[in-house]
C-alpha cells in the first residue's frame, strides 16, 4: 500500500487496478512531497525510494516507463536512523542521501516556552473545528499546569488535552485549570498540585 501511494500504479498492474494510478512522487511534481515516519518503512521499500531521489524519476508498479520529476522532498522520523543504520535497519545509502540538511526539533518537554503559543495557535484551530467560541483566554493558572505536564505525546498530547477542553465546554471565554484533564496519562496529581497554588484576592498566583 505504500509503494503503490508513493509510485503509484499502471492498469493491469495487479489484480484490482482497473485504471492508472499516480503516485505521491508525480502528484507532488513541481512542489513538495513530506512523508512523515520514515524511520517506519520497510527496508524494501526503502531502496526503492533511492532511485526517484537520485535520479529524479519515477515508475509506476506495472510499467517501464521512466516519469520525469521535479521535487523537494522533506522527511520527517523520531527515530535515530544513524543507530538503525548500524543494526542494519536502515539502509545506509538512503541515509547518506537523505541526510544532506537536517533540522532537530527537540521535544515539547524541552522548550516549554513555546506551550503558551502552542496551545493558543491550537485552542483557535480546535474552537473553529468544533464550532466553539473564539477567542479564549488562558489563564495564567492554566498555563502554569501545561507547561508542567510531561508530554510524552509532544504537540499530539497537547492537541489531544485542548481538544477535551474544548468540547467539554464549548461557550466558555475562558480555558481554566479545572477544564484541564490528563486521563490518559500518569501523572494527574502534579496536575492538581498546581491547581492548588495560593492566589491573591484578584486571582493571581501569589509569589513566594
Do not use: M
Amino acid at each position: 500500500l505504500q509503494e503503490d501511494n508513493l509510485f503509484g500504479h499502471s492498469k493491469g498492474a495487479y489484480t484490482g487496478a482497473t485504471s492508472s494510478k499516480e503516485g505521491f512522487f508525480e502528484i507532488a511534481n513541481g512542489g513538495t512531497l513530506f512523508i512523515d515516519e520514515i524511520g517506519d518503512i520497510p527496508e524494501s521499500l526503502q531502496l526503492k525510494l533511492l532511485r526517484p531521489l537520485e535520479n529524479r524519476v519515477v515508475t509506476r508498479q506495472g510499467s517501464n516507463n521512466e516519469i520525469p520529476i521535479d521535487i523537494q522532498v522533506v522527511l520527517a522520523t523520531n527515530k535515530n536512523l544513524e543507530e538503525f543504520s548500524k543494526t542494519g535497519k536502515f539502509k545506509f545509502d538512503l541515509l547518506n542521501r537523505i541526510n544532506a540538511y537536517t533540522i532537530t526539533i527537540p521535544p515539547l518537554r524541552d522548550r516549554k516556552d513555546d506551550i503558551p503559543l502552542i496551545a493558543e495557535r491550537l485552542l483557535e484551530i480546535l474552537c473553529k473545528e468544533n464550532n466553539a467560541r473564539w477567542p479564549r483566554k488562558i489563564l495564567p493558572e492554566t498555563i502554569e499546569i501545561l507547561k508542567n505536564h510531561d508530554w510524552r505525546d509532544n504537540i499530539r498530547g497537547l492537541r489531544n488535552v485542548l481538544e477535551r477542553a474544548v468540547k467539554d465546554n464549548r461557550d466558555s471565554e475562558l480555558l481554566i485549570p479545572s477544564d484541564i484533564r490528563f486521563d490518559t496519562y500518569t501523572e494527574p496529581a502534579k496536575a492538581q498540585a498546581i491547581q492548588s497554588i495560593p492566589k491573591d484576592s484578584n486571582g493571581n498566583i501569589e509569589t513566594i
